[in-house]
């Protein structure tokens, strides 16, 4: 099949940037969407033009480092899949694809369809772990843990931190990511002792990287390749909640 | 030259304990004099970060990706093993030892494989302790399963995604040491050259991939954890930016590289569709515990596989492998279903077998089946657009792990002092192959329980600060990869990387893969420096350096390779022998079973660089076994 490609190309942080045609041609439906634009890359190259920059690395939808916006919608039209898992089957002949970075205040444009996302690692380093060093810890069997807990602990430690939920999110809210760390830790027993001082030092984080809060449009688990549910947004608000009255003026309870 | 792996001597259980008696420490207090440079922040190198930052150590640690959450060991799905005997099935730490030690076909160092199951225990105490959520049963217990080459269940898991889980725990354990102020992070940072002072590692040049700016930076060590290789061969299973770049470099420095003629092929991968292929997918080793593998009885049979009767299909792995069945271990599955496609009796495109789970859910049901591969159906539903609910899935052998590497002692450390390798970026532990959810076993082994405790000795005995970025030899470090980099894009030739990529990987696909023979190594050997010929005289990188530029990187990726590549053919030629991921067709038995000559090779072999062309150095560490009886490695 042959498409025609918007892009979005930016030189840096600085440029404007605009969207820029191209012609995607004899492409097969077993092509991921990835494998597409490589394609199209080595004509640009052969041309003496500039490929298109964008990140990926696994290819297998874990990683989480692609991150393109496909017609609006980050990672594209197949609900829970990743771009590099996005297949050109499920695209027809004469198809206009838009493709953009994901587009948030907290991700400043690096170049083309790259974005920072560094603002993400500084929410788990502000609490996104259990306090413990290495060796002297107890026999793994000596923490029973339900198998109902977890489970849903690792429906939430599923999430691969790609960011198409602050992509989706009108406010370019970080709460689906952040509620999926607070939520697993906060289902095991190993999370709780610093469960108050987490999801604080967390929240508190999200909003001074640039990202908005949660207003309750669920675009972020419509958006999220792993199905990550909002009721983990629930859940972050019960234990902010727990936790507010512990942390009144006692930093670091 | 004999190497010494510097085992230490004493009974087999305790020459861990007494080894780490004997190494040196460093005092508290001095040790926020020294900084450690860790290359790579996968489960090896996220792990040793972590562990020597809380000891209290300077870290300075340096990954091509965007974060340390997205190295490669993410992508690991199935598990990782353990001798804990949970389960009650009659595993031990001897039995752990001996089945990676019969697994790895008599080619890994005995002390390293013990110490590793002895360790295995402490991994996922520590892990689970980090909140990793392994699988439970209903009474809260940790849950088991069973992997290829064992016959006991010793196998933990977190769903389909173990390898994400446990590097998230690492990562975890290293971002709280950056809050701390211990670790500082070097992201998007590609390290193209190891600094040597005086014989030793004191420090790394390395290239800012957003702005391109070349920069040195020193240190009392140098931690190596940057992966393996298999991506020479071009598709592979490996993430697009793994690379032998950070370890050959090292060798181009010195340090020997071990062993790269082993290199693992993964019977479950989904096959190849077409020349666009950027990348191969793994489906779960684990898969093999409920799905039957088989091929049509018939050449050339175009019927549906549900059509094809009982007595028309051949389970070829159940009728040659009894005891182990579809549970054989990697090198021989990926072996036996070569096999029966060269035959004819591919299934799709003819490079494919069944993966059959038809039985598996009229005796468990579907739902079973379900919760427990259901994202690997899902995925291989994406890729194929086939439901493996109604039908078989498709599956063929792809390059997944190297097990060669850059080569350690018993402390972790290369033959450079101050150099030390962890993970897959080493040799030492998984012989001539790798088991089952033995690699995030080994990587987060060497990172949180045996490289904080070597590199102290060699700490202890180094003063801190000795280099200084602006010496001589990182000048001349930096001007080297500035040169380089500026020889790439000059060139300006007509083909791209990927095309010199693509072309490499079919010479070693088709020459140096699953089997190889003198003729195919001589063959290879003769090409290789052809298209590296080639490559300089007509590689295209656009743009420039000054700027993130990823065909830029991608040259020097292949560059690389187009070196490496020469290597590892000439230690397959070398070993002429088989022996787990390395099959010399001249040498198997009348069923196609791999024949070893322990009396010759029973060694590592590790080869120092003697300049691109020229024929390298071959040392030998032999391997002695006074442990384990040396035997014919059987899974009947």
Known sequence: MNLTLHVWRQQGPEDKGRLERYQAKDVSPDMSFLEMLDEVNEELIKEGREPIVFDHDCREGICGTCSQVINGQPHGPQAETTVCQLHMREFKDGDEIYIEPWRARAFPVVKDLIVDRTAMDRIIEAGGYVSVNTGGVADANAILIPKADADTAMDAAECIGCGACVAACPNGSAMLFVSAKVGQLAKLPQGRPEAARRVCAMTETMLDQGFGNCSNHYECEAACPKGISVKFISMLNREYFKALPKLKGNKDA | ?636
């Open chain 2, 1 to 636: 030259m004999i190497l010494d792996g510097k085992c230490p001597s004493g009974p087999l259980a305790d020459k861990w304990d007494n080894h780490r008696r004997d190494l040196k420490l460093v005092n508290p207090a001095n040790k926020r004099k020294y900084t450690i440079l860790v290359v790579g922040t996968g489960l090896a190198g996220a792990s040793a970060a972590a562990t020597l930052a809380e000891l209290g150590y300077n870290v300075e640690a340096f990954c091509y990706q965007d974060s340390p959450r997205r190295a490669h060991s993410i992508a690991a799905q199935g598990g990782i093993n353990a001798a804990k005997n949970y389960p009650n099935d009659g595993d031990s730490i001897f039995r752990l030892f001996h089945d990676t030690i019969k697994g790895g076909d008599f080619r890994a160092r005995e002390a390293n494989v013990y110490r590793l199951a002895q360790i295995s225990n402490n991994i996922i105490d520590q892990c689970v302790a980090q909140g990793v959520p392994f699988a439970r049963d209903y009474a809260g217990y940790l849950e088991n399963r069973s992997f290829g080459g064992a016959q006991v269940s010793r196998t933990f898991f977190a769903r389909g995604q173990t390898g994400q889980q446990l590097l998230l725990g690492a990562y975890q354990a290293f971002s709280r040491q950056v809050q701390a102020g211990k670790i500082r992070v070097h992201a998007r940072t590609e390290m193209l050259d190891l600094v040597v002072v005086d014989g030793e590692a004191k420090g790394i040049t390395v290239r800012d991939l957003v702005t391109g700016e070349i920069r040195c930076h020193a240190g009392d060590a140098v931690v190596l954890a940057s992966g393996g290789y298999v991506n020479v061969y071009n598709l592979s299973t490996n993430a697009m930016g793994s690379s032998v770049t950070a370890a050959w470099r090292a060798h181009k420095k010195g340090a020997y590289f071990a062993n790269p003629c082993y290199t693992q092929i993964h019977p479950t991968c989904i096959p190849v569709t077409g020349d666009h292929q950027s990348k191969l997918t793994l489906m779960s080793e684990s898969l093999r515990n409920d799905g039957r593998i088989w091929v049509p009885k018939n050449k050339g049979d175009q019927r549906p596989a549900q059509q094809i009767p009982e007595d028309e299909r051949d389970y070829y792995l159940e009728r040659k492998y009894p005891s182990f069945g579809n549970l054989a271990p990697r090198d021989i599955a990926s072996r036996a279903a070569k096999q029966a496609c060269d035959a004819g009796l591919g299934v799709g495109s003819g490079r494919g077998v069944y993966l059959d789970f038809t039985d598996a859910i009229e005796r468990l049901g579907e739902d079973t089946i379900r919760a427990r591969y259901g994202n690997l159906f899902d995925m291989y539903q994406r890729i194929t657009g086939e439901n493996a609910y109604q039908q078989p899935m498709r599956i063929y052998p792809a390059l997944h792990y190297a097990m060669g590497g850059l080569w350690v002692d018993y402390n972790l450390q290369s033959n450079l002092p101050g150099l030390f390798v962890l993970g897959e970026a080493n040799f030492s532990d998984h012989g001539a192959n790798r088991l089952g959810a033995s690699a995030l076993m080994q990587g987060l082994a060497d990172g949180y329980f045996i490289a904080p405790y070597t590199i102290a000795d060699y700490l202890a005995r180094t003063e801190p600060g000795k280099a200084s970025s602006k010496d001589d030899e990182f000048r001349d470090s930096a001007a080297q990869v500035e040169g380089l980099t500026n020889k790439l894009l000059a060139v300006n030739g007509r083909k791209t990387v990927n095309d010199f990529h693509r072309e490499l990987g079919h010479i070693m696909w088709e020459d140096v893969g699953m089997a190889r023979s003198e003729e195919s190594l001589r063959n290879a050997l003769e090409k290789i420096p052809a298209l590296r010929e080639e490559f300089w005289n007509n590689v295209r990188v656009p743009g420039n350096g000054a700027d993130l530029n990823q065909e830029l990187e991608k040259a020097g990726r292949v560059a690389d390779y187009l070196e490496f590549g020469e290597l590892l053919a000439r230690d397959a030629l070398n070993r002429d022998e088989s022996c787990g991921g390395h099959f010399r067709v001249e040498h198997q038995t009348e069923d196609g079973e791999a024949v070893r000559k322990d009396d010759q090779y029973s060694y590592v072999a590790a080869w120092e660089y003697g300049g691109t062309g020229k024929t390298p150095q071959l040392h030998k560490e032999p391997l002695t076994f006074e442990n384990i009886e040396l035997a014919v490695r059987s899974y009947k």
